[in-house]
């Protein structure tokens, strides 16, 4: 699993996921993703579009942001596309507790709100 | 155990570890691959890998830590995967799943895993037998 970190306007911060987000993948992104996803005083947008799979620990890591993230009242949003990984989160209720977007454009103007 | 194999079938044993699950998935997908409604299915594939990922995490966290014993066939009905381990009795289907949270306070960041075993499966079976556990799980393929 990759990550890529960019600045955004707000200020908020990107991080796109690239690869698998299962046991391993987590383990080799968690303590960078959540230094860079959860910093104080921004809101984060997590893209999702070259994720080409999650598991249960993935779908932890995202639970885990979002609850710190909202303790802070800061926003979390996910670009998910439509397709399996999409299916999956919705499975998980994961759209009911994280703001999914398809497309990043769409996130980044609710970011911008 | 002998590793055995067809154009259908695939039996192998899996050893603890993560990256031994990551080696049996691209083992099954590689075998299983050029099955029509197995590979060319985004669906089908997607629920394969979250049973092995969901499955084999869940056994070796709780077992001995021996092997466990895969095998894996193909036909007209779908998938089916036969998963046999030496740990302590353990029945999944027996066990209450977790509700959909409407919120986040509600939400647990575990527990997730038979959860969607039980999502992508069209079936599952639990048993005891001669000591081990012996989890049947069914898929269906896109074939319909």
Not at chain 1, 76 to 100: K, N, Q, Y
Request: hydrophobic share 45%; net charge negative.
């Amino acid at each position: 699993m990759e990550m890529l970190v960019t600045e955004l306007p707000g200020p908020a911060v990107g991080v796109d996921l690239v690869g698998r987000l299962d046991t391993l993948g987590v383990d080799a992104v968690e303590t960078r993703f959540n230094a860079a996803a959860l910093a104080a005083g921004r809101g984060t947008l997590i893209d999702l579009s070259r994720v080409d799979f999650v598991s249960s620990m993935g779908v932890r890591l995202l639970i885990m942001a979002a609850k710190t993230m909202k303790s802070r009242h800061q926003q979390l949003l996910l670009v998910v596309p439509e397709g399996p990984v999409r299916e999956m989160l919705e499975t998980a209720a994961i759209d009911t507790l994280i703001p999914m977007f398809v497309q990043r454009q769409e996130a980044l103007a609710a970011l911008a709100r | 155990m002998a590793e055995r194999q067809s154009r259908e079938l695939l039996e192998l044993l899996v050893d603890p570890g993560m990256e031994a699950i990551e080696r049996t998935r691209l083992r099954v997908l590689q075998h299983f691959g050029p099955i029509p409604g197995f590979g060319d299915s985004l669906r089908t594939v997607y629920a394969v890998e979250i049973v092995l990922e969901e499955w084999l995490t869940n056994v070796f966290r709780h077992g001995t830590g021996s092997p466990v014993a895969l095998r894996v066939s193909v036909d007209a009905d779908g998938i089916l995967m036969r998963f046999v381990d030496d740990g302590p009795p353990f029945d999944a289907t027996e066990r209450p799943l977790p509700a959909r949270p409407s919120n986040l306070d509600e939400a647990r960041p575990g527990g997730l895993g038979l959860f969607l075993i039980h999502h992508y499966a069209k079936s599952w079976h639990c048993a005891r037998q001669d000591g081990r556990n012996v989890m049947h799980i069914a898929i269906d393929t896109g074939r319909r």
